[in-house]
């Protein structure tokens, strides 16, 4: 079976380039400007940049990275920050595509989140969340009861993670922390709109529930998914729309 990276317009939906020479893709993340597309393979331990300008399909940069997993662009797209299994943050300027100095953390990285100013980064690990300077220095931790897949920042400034069983967190900007009640089993996926004025979450095998939020933690609607767990939840960029994996 081929392992690849298929690119769409996003007008037309028109396959417009196929990406491939890959073993076992752990993420793929697009730049904010629309420019870069990078790709970590865990079976090479690899990072690899792509044009998205130009459409090539051979690789602008490829690196070398053990074990990286997650993946987050600064909101100017000027970094890339890159996590892997052994519990390192590694920055990458996409200017060069050189690798920056690493930082490590106390276990395996399941998420990331740079801050919208570019100052901080949040890092999800096994039953914690944690926000760090973007050099690493370590500002805050909270304690979670599982593995915060999925980040994401409202409109209120809130940052959201599942991880807590079966509810969502959030931290606000003062620091405190807070839960969106109403699952009652672990949620396996989360999502907040671009806007940030609405999240999703999504339910395990023991409660496929998608469930929509307000930033203020009232629930708009829920939608039963017929038995399938919610795997993955992505907003278009107007927030008018969700697409849903199950």
Known sequence: ?????????????????TLSGFSEIASIAASPNGRWLTVTDVA??????????????????TRSLT????????????MLFV??????????????WGLGTHFA???????LMVSPMGTHIWVGIDNQLER???????????????SPTHLGRDSLGRVHCNGSSARSMYVASDDSVGYLPGHYRDISSLAVAPSGTQLMSGGSSGEPILRCWNPNGSERWWLNADGTPI???AYAPTSLSVAVAT
């Open 1 to 17: 079976t081929q392992v690849g990276v298929y690119v769409f317009d996003g007008v037309g939906w028109i396959l417009v380039q």
């Open 132 to 146: 760090r300077q973007i050099n690493g220095n370590f500002e805050l931790g909270v304690a979670l009861s599982g």
């Open 67 to 78: 074990d990286a997993r997650t993946q987050a662009y600064s909101p100017n797209s000027s």
């Open 105 to 111: 953390v106390s276990d395996q990285i399941r998420s």
């Open 44 to 61: 090479s331990d690899t990072l690899k940049a792509f044009d998205l300008q130009t459409l090539s399909t051979s690789p602008l940069a």
């Open 83 to 96: 996590g892997n299994d052994l519990g390192f943050v590694t920055p990458v300027s996409t200017t060069t």
């Open 231 to 233: 795997e993955a939840i």
